[in-house]
């Protein structure tokens, strides 16, 4: 896989740049066609109208640049801070578990794996992540 297509496929996952729609409430918006936006404050209660949610403002700081740059090292930390930040409802019982496994296959510096960690879980999860805890504050460090 090409580094472009690791850029595009992190900006789908993530909902930023690379020409790849962003998604925009209901909105829809080609990224390559709009002007850049100014980066949003950290969020610590909450996202905030036209700003970023914490969950994906901290994926797209973190994971998307750790996943871009090919940095193995980071990303495990990344995964494992990942697991400590689903939600403890019974919906989301596999996400910890996805997180450990990016995390393992990253041990191993194993890039592909680790993507496909970051796409399991955005399968498994991210619509229920969005329609219940959006605007989540991230809960601190364990």
Not at 22 to 47: I, L
Request: hydrophobic share 40%; charged share 25%; with cysteine.
């Amino acid at each position: 896989m090409t580094r472009t297509m690791v850029a595009m496929l992190a900006a789908a996952f993530l909902g930023a740049g690379c020409g790849a729609e962003a998604d925009k409430g209901d909105k829809k918006e080609t990224a390559s066609s709009s002007a850049p936006a100014a980066a949003a404050p950290a969020a610590s209660s909450g996202g905030s109208a036209g700003g970023a949610h914490p969950l994906q403002q901290w994926m797209k700081s973190n994971a998307a640049t750790a996943l871009n740059s090919g940095s193995t090292d980071k990303l495990v930390g990344i995964f494992r801070r990942s697991a400590e930040l689903a939600p403890p409802d019974a919906e989301f019982a596999t996400w910890a578990e996805i997180a450990n496994a990016g995390a393992a296959a990253s041990e191993r510096r194993d890039l592909e794996g680790a993507r496909a960690a970051c796409k399991q879980c955005h399968e498994a999860h991210r619509t229920g992540y969005r329609a219940r805890f959006r605007d989540r504050a991230l809960p601190p460090s364990r």
